[in-house]
């Protein structure tokens, strides 16, 4: 039972194993966000060629004079007459020129917001990833761990037989196996869980991920002027600037032209009407929308300012954990660890030599208990690192 659980440990370890790059381009070719964002891109750039159209022309058909009583004579009166008219707004400002800008820099933002929202995708998949990693060196762990424990229980026992240990220290030592066998089962769920996530995200079924889990220093990189979330504001300011222009252009109104063919009875002559019409910018309705336009130029600036700032501190503050990880991860595994393995063998030598007194079976759980902490610890410092790393990759948009 023991080996085919083992098994099914280890078998996912060694097939089917996916690169974390292979996952990310699936998840950006199948996500279903992403093809809603690229849809909405394709609509701005759709509206960039309607900004620069000319309003469509208007047709007027109809008859004047209509007699109630006798509506089928036309030619009582010279008034009675059928037209057919034709009215055309035409800018004489460059209203047009500006709602193409505005409608660009839309465009832009739409496209910055893809990107943007790609890098959040590549970063939770690879924290996904690195976390169903460590999620599995933990359950070999602790396999290694009961391992460690049969073998010890497997000692108490011969040493029962000679009266150096107590049915106590046995039953002790077979808890302890329950225990690591609960939490790995544990780990085993959380495992599961994950790979649902990152099945999630990827619309893909994985049963395993080939990344690497070695850890090493990094410096992370404060270069965010091209990050599109930055991009993605500078675009918004512009844009509030442009409608700003535009609201200003406005002032000067679009005139209508209304031109009117008249056909009258044979007994008249047919006329033409001929008018221009505008609307007057008396009540500042313009003026009021370049000012809140202005305001709102301003406000993302602002925005823009704080979003830089807390950027540059959120790399900050992923480097710190990075540096803080590795500094703990080689303290645990090059300094504490090799000790308590150390103190362990010494445990166990000079408990076999001890002929007439009882072993020390506290000491040998107690020291087997904090090598498997600090082995778990080390885990968890890489999983900060990792953690940290990630994160990292959507503000340095490295993804290697």
């Given at each position: ?12 370890l ?7 790059d ?12 992403l ?17 620069t ?23 009582k ?26 409608a ?93 996530k990152?099945e ?10 080939d ?17 599109p979330?930055?991009l ?24 209508k ?42 406000e993302?600036?602002?925005q ?34 090799p ?13 076999s030599?001890?002929?007439k007194t ?36 959507y503000?340095t948009?490295?993804?290697?």
């Amino acid at each position: 039972m023991k080996k085919q659980y083992l098994l099914t440990v280890l078998l996912p370890l060694f097939v089917n194993a996916q690169s974390i790059d292979n996952i990310v381009t699936s998840a950006l070719e199948k996500n279903s966000s992403l093809k809603a964002l690229e849809s909405s891109i394709n609509i701005t750039k759709k509206q960039i060629e309607l900004s620069t159209k000319w309003d469509n022309p208007i047709v007027n058909i109809g008859a004047t004079d209509i007699q109630f009583n006798d509506y089928k004579t036309r030619n009582k009166e010279a008034m009675q007459a059928q037209f057919v008219g034709l009215t055309q707004a035409i800018p004489l400002s460059d209203r047009l020129e500006f709602a193409k800008k505005v409608a660009n820099n839309d465009y832009s933002i739409s496209k910055y917001n893809l990107e943007n929202k790609k890098l959040e995708l590549q970063s939770n998949i690879y924290e996904y990833a690195y976390r169903i990693k460590l999620l599995q060196e933990r359950i070999l762990l602790f396999e290694k761990f009961k391992k460690n424990v049969i073998d010890l229980e497997s000692l108490l026992k011969n040493f029962y037989k000679y009266g150096k240990a107590k049915q106590s220290d046995i039953l002790n030592v077979q808890i302890l196996y329950n225990e690591l066998n609960l939490k790995q089962k544990q780990l085993q769920t959380f495992l599961d869980t994950n790979f649902l996530k990152i099945e999630e995200l990827s619309y893909e079924k994985i049963s395993n991920i080939d990344v690497n889990t070695n850890i090493k220093s990094i410096v992370l990189s404060k270069e965010i002027s091209n990050h599109p979330k930055i991009l993605s504001f500078k675009q918004t300011t512009n844009k509030f600037t442009n409608i700003s222009k535009l609201e200003n252009e406005k002032k000067i109104p679009d005139i209508k032209l209304n031109v009117t063919y008249f056909e009258r009875s044979q007994e008249y002559e047919d006329y033409m009407n001929f008018s221009i019409s505008f609307p007057l910018p008396i009540y500042g309705r313009e003026s009021i929308k370049e000012t809140k336009a202005k305001f709102q130029s301003q406000e993302v600036k602002n925005q823009l300012d704080d979003l830089k700032n807390k950027f540059l501190i959120s790399i900050d503050t992923l480097q710190k954990n990075i540096d803080n990880a590795i500094d703990t991860y080689n303290i645990i595994e090059k300094t504490i660890i090799p000790k308590y393995d150390e103190l362990q063998k010494i445990l166990e030598k000079n408990n076999s030599y001890l002929l007439k007194t009882n072993i020390d079976t506290r000491q040998l759980i107690k020291n087997q208990n904090e090598v498997i902490k600090y082995k778990l610890k080390a885990i968890d410092e890489k999983e900060k690192y990792f953690s940290s790393l990630a994160k990292s990759y959507y503000f340095t948009r490295i993804t290697k």
